[in-house]
């Protein structure tokens, strides 16, 4: 069984930081693609940052360049730097891994349960 554990969410003032991390455990063979999904009340989920393994990134345009996505594959682990946060970025923040299992010849897409973003004067 694989699973990812998020943590770091909480509560913030705007212009503040907060750094999310994102542990991925289990029979593990490979992690490609890790990311951070997002999903603010009433709204559809939405992607705010992906990491290939070897490092490409991809970001949404509302978080270009006040977030940063890293990982750290000998630990099986993605971050999210958050700085200049806004009052839009409240969420619940999802950490999403394409991950190869050991023993099988299919990829497998693992969510975690989320962790609560607030920016909030």
């Known amino acids: 069984q694989v699973r990812v554990v998020e943590s770091g969410g909480g509560l913030v003032q705007p212009g503040g930081s907060l750094r999310l991390s994102c542990a991925a455990s289990?029979?593990?063979?490979?992690?490609?693609?890790m990311g951070w999904y997002r999903q603010a009340p009433g709204k559809q989920r939405e992607l705010v940052a992906e990491?290939?393994?070897?490092?490409?990134?991809n970001y949404s345009d509302s978080v270009k360049g006040r977030f940063t996505i890293s990982r750290d594959n000998a630990k099986d682990t993605v971050y999210l730097q958050m700085n200049s946060l806004k009052l839009e970025d409240t969420a619940v923040y999802y950490c999403?891994?394409?991950?190869?299992?050991?023993?099988?010849?299919?990829?497998?897409?693992?969510w975690g349960q989320g962790t609560l973003v607030t920016v909030s004067l």
């Open positions: 289990g029979y593990i063979f490979s992690i490609n693609t």
């Open positions: 999403n891994a394409v991950v190869r299992p050991v023993a099988t010849y299919r990829d497998l897409e693992v």
């Open positions: 990491i290939t393994r070897g490092g490409s990134t």
